[in-house]
């Protein structure tokens, strides 16, 4: 039996890549981070007694906005799908919230009718934050399966990332 790996050339920084090497994993990492750190409080003091903190509480410089989130997560969950790995779990969670609306239960519903449902919900319904970054993660699955124009926005996110040499 044959085994047969596949791996991406590195980006080098004399390439004139603006930020150098990448990859789909670190951008899923950033972005993850971005949500994370803008959508959560942080917990306890910023330095501890006699710290740089002095004991005060750590604040959120930067708080997304409920959009913010939402399209950082489509951006995030897109990156999700390239990146593999550990990532492949916001493909997984797309899957089955997917599957709860074709597997027959709603009738005769395909993907695009899963994939416009999250289009409504993102448009008409303004979700608190960690919410909005969830649905847009969700969403980045289901329209990447959906395919037809709910493709377009992962077309134009990965098509970004290589402009910018970052996958």
């Not at 930020?19 to 971005?34: E, K, M, Q």
């Not at 399966?145 to 402009?163: D, R, S, V």
Request: aromatic share 8%.
């Amino acid at each position: 039996m044959h085994e047969i790996f596949l791996a991406a050339p590195a980006i080098s920084v004399e390439g004139g890549r603006i930020l150098g090497t990448v990859g789909a994993g670190g951008i899923a990492t950033a972005l993850t981070t971005v949500l994370i750190a803008g959508i959560r409080e942080p917990k306890g003091s910023a330095g501890g007694p006699g710290g740089a903190g002095g004991g005060k509480k750590g604040r959120i410089r930067k708080k997304l906005t409920s959009d913010q989130a939402q399209w950082t997560g489509v951006a995030a969950g897109t990156f999700y799908m390239t990146a593999g790995s550990i990532w492949t779990v916001g493909e997984n969670v797309s899957d089955a919230f997917s599957g709860m609306f074709t597997n027959g239960g709603f009738g005769t519903a395909g993907t695009g009718a899963v994939a416009l449902l999250l289009a409504a919900i993102m448009y008409f319904r303004e979700l608190s934050p960690g919410k909005a970054a969830v649905t847009g993660i969700v969403s980045a699955g289901v329209w990447a399966q959906a395919g037809g124009i709910w493709g377009l926005p992962q077309a134009l996110i990965l098509t970004g990332g290589h402009a910018l040499g970052m996958i």
